[in-house]
């Protein structure tokens, strides 16, 4: 199973918005929409911030939003605060119970 | 409040084997699946496999499907991995997750274990 595509690095000024994608094949994250994504500082274990494509977990900001498009998902931070900086990860269900995980983006705050 | 709490850092030779714990606590362990996603130095996420505490459905991911193990222990909410046959590639960060039934996101992890594997 190849990995999703992202790319490794965004950034972006405090207060902008920045948008990070990640591509698959129509047999993950363009078939099914089981898309999440992690945010993920350096040291400590990922957290679920966006899950099934668009849908927020609780207590997670609104400044994180989700959306796909045929078979590229897409992770919108708006409103960039210094505290964004971090690794972000998206994954997708891939069919027959497996997941896939995209490379990683580092998310730079200028 | 829910908790995964992984068990501590193994440091093992190559051709070992090495089995990781995960505990779980602050929910019905019976109705989510646990989830095995691994992170080598500097590298990304990778998912290994997961299992239902459900069903008992087991699905490994295809690079680790002839080297790992996952069982769970219901009476003891803990779910664990064996990893056969470890190679230096297999050095790596390994965290638990929680899994929702028929959905494919992580909403919960553990801290992670450090697994070395060196001569």
């Known amino acids: 199973q190849a990995a999703l595509t992202q790319p490794p690095s965004a950034s972006g000024s405090p207060g902008q918005s920045v948008t990070i994608s990640c591509t698959g094949t129509?047999?993950?994250?363009?078939?099914?929409?089981?898309v999440s994504w992690y945010q993920q500082y350096p040291g400590k274990a990922p957290q679920l911030i966006i899950y099934?494509?668009?849908k927020r977990p609780s207590g997670v900001p609104d400044r994180f939003s989700g959306s796909k498009s045929g078979n590229t998902a897409s992770l919108t931070v708006s409103r960039l605060q210094p505290d964004d900086e971090s690794n972000f990860y998206c994954a997708s269900y891939a069919g027959s119970n497996n997941v896939v995980f995209g490379g990683g983006t580092t998310l730079t705050v200028l | 409040q829910i908790h995964l709490v992984q068990s501590g850092a193994e440091v093992k030779k190559p051709g070992a084997s090495v089995r990781l714990s995960c505990k779980a606590s602050?929910?019905?362990?019976?109705?989510?699946?646990i989830t095995w996603v691994r992170q080598a130095p500097g590298r990304g996420l990778e998912w290994v496999g997961w299992i239902s505490a459900y069903d008992s459905n087991i699905n490994y991911g295809e690079k680790f499907q002839d080297r790992v193990i996952m069982t769970t222990d219901t009476d003891a909410t803990t779910t664990y991995m064996e990893l056969k046959s470890l190679e230096s590639d297999d050095t790596a960060v390994y965290y638990c997750?929680?899994?929702?039934?028929?959905?494919?996101?992580?909403?919960?992890w553990g801290e992670g274990t450090v697994v070395t594997v060196s001569s």
């Open positions: 602050g929910y019905t362990f019976t109705t989510f699946g």
């Open positions: 997750a929680r899994v929702r039934a028929g959905s494919g996101f992580f909403d919960h």
């Open positions: 129509s047999g993950d994250v363009g078939g099914y929409d089981f």
């Open positions: 099934d494509v668009d």
